[in-house]
């Protein structure tokens, strides 16, 4: 089975749904920024603060060249990964790449409730959240849009992942 990376903006679940679908297929589940934060020693809050938003965008993809040798994962993309370089290619050619789409309302309502700190959303309030957010999706849709498959909100979860996938259950 190929590897699964999981792309789309902040908030629309990919850990979440990434750590699911790993447990399920007993595959490895990375997080972007996570491994990030584990190189650096650093949040992302902190690299973004410290060395500029560039710097962070570099490291995600030398992080992307690191995954060649690896097999059998499922990848949580950070929001802006597949926005930056050629990095959505470098992403298409590692594995299946699906797009966890949903609409800037539903996107800027559940950023409005997440703990996670993002350095690009700052203290915005949900309004300025949700402008910001319609802004970046019509910038970014040209990149999400390349993935192999588009999901919609309902189609976020594991069986119609399995099923798109023609993953069948009693392989697992
Ligand atoms: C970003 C998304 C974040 C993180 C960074 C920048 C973005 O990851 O990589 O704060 O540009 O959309 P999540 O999508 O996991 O929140």
């Given at each position: 089975?190929?590897?699964?990376i999981?792309i789309?903006?902040m908030?629309?679940?990919k850990?979440?749904?990434g750590?699911?679908?790993?447990?399920?297929?007993?595959?490895d589940?990375?997080?972007?920024?996570?491994?990030?934060?584990?190189?650096?020693?650093q949040?992302?809050?902190?690299?973004?603060?410290?060395?500029?938003?560039?710097?962070?965008?570099?490291?995600?993809?030398a992080?992307?060249?690191?995954?060649?040798?690896?097999?059998?994962?499922?990848?949580?993309?950070?929001?802006?990964l597949?926005c930056?370089?050629?990095?959505?290619?470098?992403?298409?050619?590692?594995?299946?790449?699906?797009?966890?789409?949903?609409?800037?309302?539903?996107?800027?309502?559940?950023?409005?409730?997440?703990?996670?700190?993002?350095?690009?959303?700052?203290?915005?309030?949900?309004?300025?959240?949700?402008?910001?957010?319609?802004?970046?999706?019509?910038?970014?849709?040209?990149?999400?849009?390349?993935?192999?498959?588009?999901?919609?909100?309902k189609?976020?979860?594991v069986?119609?992942?399995?099923?798109?996938?023609?993953?069948?259950?009693?392989?697992?």
């Amino acid at each position: 089975m190929p590897n699964i990376i999981l792309i789309g903006y902040m908030g629309c679940g990919k850990s979440t749904l990434g750590k699911k679908l790993a447990k399920k297929l007993s595959y490895d589940f990375i997080d972007s920024d996570m491994e990030i934060e584990k190189i650096t020693n650093q949040t992302v809050n902190e690299i973004f603060n410290s060395k500029g938003e560039i710097f962070f965008r570099e490291l995600e993809s030398a992080f992307l060249l690191s995954l060649k040798k690896k097999n059998n994962y499922i990848l949580s993309a950070g929001g802006g990964l597949p926005c930056f370089f050629d990095n959505i290619e470098k992403l298409k050619k590692l594995g299946t790449v699906l797009y966890l789409k949903l609409s800037p309302f539903e996107l800027s309502s559940r950023l409005n409730h997440s703990k996670k700190i993002r350095p690009l959303l700052g203290d915005k309030n949900e309004e300025e959240i949700y402008y910001f957010t319609k802004e970046k999706l019509n910038e970014r849709k040209e990149f999400y849009e390349k993935a192999h498959y588009i999901l919609k909100g309902k189609q976020h979860n594991v069986q119609c992942i399995m099923e798109l996938l023609g993953i069948e259950i009693s392989n697992v």
